[in-house]
Every structure is written in structure tokens, then in C-alpha cells.
């Protein structure tokens, strides 16, 4: 079975305060990607990045950085420096085959 | 500009009436998808379709219906047999279903309610 856990349900920063997303997951599968996206109040997820399960780099863009470790199944996501504008629902995703999403959290950052 | 088109934004259902979401896709991408999002439960995946004329379920299919007639629409109709349709539906296309490396390009969303 393939299963997504996002733990945190809100989180509320303030700005330019670092906040890290959770994200675990379960998978049997061996080749896997995992994604993240980002729901603005738009509504349209938008793609911020996939990793698959083979790369276990650290990857950093902007203010943005995702930590995978196979080691505890997590795909974490951290933004440094928050800004309000980073306010959004954010989804972890896990696809061997459908996508599987977890049920997100909701990031509001204050000025 | 290539996009995903879902329309309307909003729509409200009578009980008893059957209602259809539109989503219309230039991006070329062979795989649809619908998925319907409730407040905490994620994204649900509804129904998906990898080819004209062609389409499976997904998680949470009973209810509703779909329809793939052309490569660029992939209209969702929720029926009245689907007894709590309220709900945020997303439609989303990706290139090729089974590539999983494959992301998903996702439309701005339909919220339907009951009145």
C-alpha cells in the first residue's frame, strides 16, 4: 500500500522565520518519485519539485530546500526566510504509479 | 499560453440532479485525471484516462461519471447518486500516465456545492 503522512495540519510563522514541512511516506515499491506541490488560494497546485527514490541528495533552490531520507521514508520541505507570499496549502505526493497525495498542510505566514 | 481550463468555478446542485464539470487541456498531454479535495483529506483521485476513448476508476469513483471523447476534454458528471458531493474537484493531465516519473499539470479547481 502506498500511503502519504503529512502531520502537520497548519502551521502559522511569522515572517522571515524558517519553517520545515513534514512529510513520510510508505511505499513496497523500490523505484518511486516523490513530489511536492503548492496550493495558493487560487486553488491550482503548483509543482515545486520530484525526487526519485534512487537520489538522495539534498536539494536547495532559492529559498526552498528538500531533505529525502530512505533511511525514515521522509521527504521534508524547508523554506527558509518565509515571506508571506509563501502562505498556501502544501501537498506531498508519492507516485509509483497514481499519484498519492497527502493530505497537506496549511502555512500561514504573518508580517 | 498552454494551460488546464476547468470550468465553472463555482457550481451548486439541486439533490436529485445530475451536474457536469468541464476541463479542457492544450497542452497535448496524453493522461487526465480527476480528484476531488475535502478540507484535510488530501486529493482523492476520482477517475483517470490514459487515451481517447478510454478511462479507469480511481479511489472514489462510485457516483460519479466521465466521459473521453476527445484528447483535450475530459468532462466529470456528478450524479445523484453521489450523496455528499460537496467538494473542491481538481483536474489535472500529465503526459503519460504510466511514466511516474511524470508530474501533473492541475486547473484552477471547481467548487461544488449542494443547495
Known amino acids: 500500500a502506498q500511503k502519504v503522512t503529512q502531520a502537520q495540519t497548519e502551521i502559522s510563522v511569522v515572517e522571515k522565520e524558517d519553517v520545515t514541512l513534514d512529510c513520510v511516506y510508505e511505499?513496497?515499491?523500490?523505484?518511486?518519485?516523490l513530489f511536492w506541490y503548492k496550493q495558493p488560494p487560487s486553488g491550482e497546485l503548483v509543482f515545486l519539485i520530484r525526487?526519485?527514490?534512487?537520489?538522495?541528495q539534498n536539494e536547495i533552490s532559492g529559498r526552498y530546500s528538500w531533505n529525502f531520507q530512505k533511511s525514515t521514508s521522509s521527504f521534508n520541505f524547508t523554506i527558509t526566510a518565509s515571506q508571506v507570499v509563501d502562505s498556501a496549502v502544501y501537498f506531498c505526493?508519492?507516485?509509483?504509479?497514481?499519484?498519492?497525495f497527502g493530505a497537506g498542510t496549511r502555512l500561514t505566514v504573518k508580517p | 499560453d498552454g494551460g488546464i481550463t476547468q470550468s465553472p468555478k463555482y457550481l451548486f446542485r439541486k439533490e436529485g440532479q445530475n451536474v457536469t464539470l468541464s476541463c479542457e487541456q492544450n497542452?497535448?498531454?496524453?493522461?487526465m485525471y480527476w480528484y476531488r479535495q475535502d478540507p484535510g483529506q488530501g486529493l482523492r483521485l476520482i477517475y483517470y484516462?490514459?487515451?481517447?476513448?478510454?478511462?479507469q476508476k480511481g479511489d472514489i469513483a462510485e457516483g460519479y461519471s466521465v466521459s473521453r471523447e476527445k484528447k483535450e476534454s475530459f468532462p466529470l458528471t456528478v450524479t445523484s447518486a453521489q450523496k455528499n458531493p460537496t467538494a473542491f474537484y481538481l483536474c489535472?493531465?500529465?503526459?503519460?500516465?504510466?511514466?511516474?516519473?511524470?508530474?501533473?499539470?492541475f486547473g484552477s479547481g471547481t467548487q461544488l456545492s449542494v443547495l
Open positions: 489535472a493531465s500529465s503526459q503519460l500516465r504510466d511514466s511516474f516519473n511524470e508530474k501533473l499539470f
Open positions: 497542452l497535448n498531454h496524453d493522461a
Open positions: 484516462s490514459q487515451i481517447v476513448n478510454d478511462f
Open positions: 511505499t513496497r515499491d523500490t523505484t518511486y518519485y
Open positions: 505526493a508519492l507516485r509509483p504509479n497514481d499519484m498519492r
Open positions: 525526487r526519485n527514490s534512487f537520489d538522495e
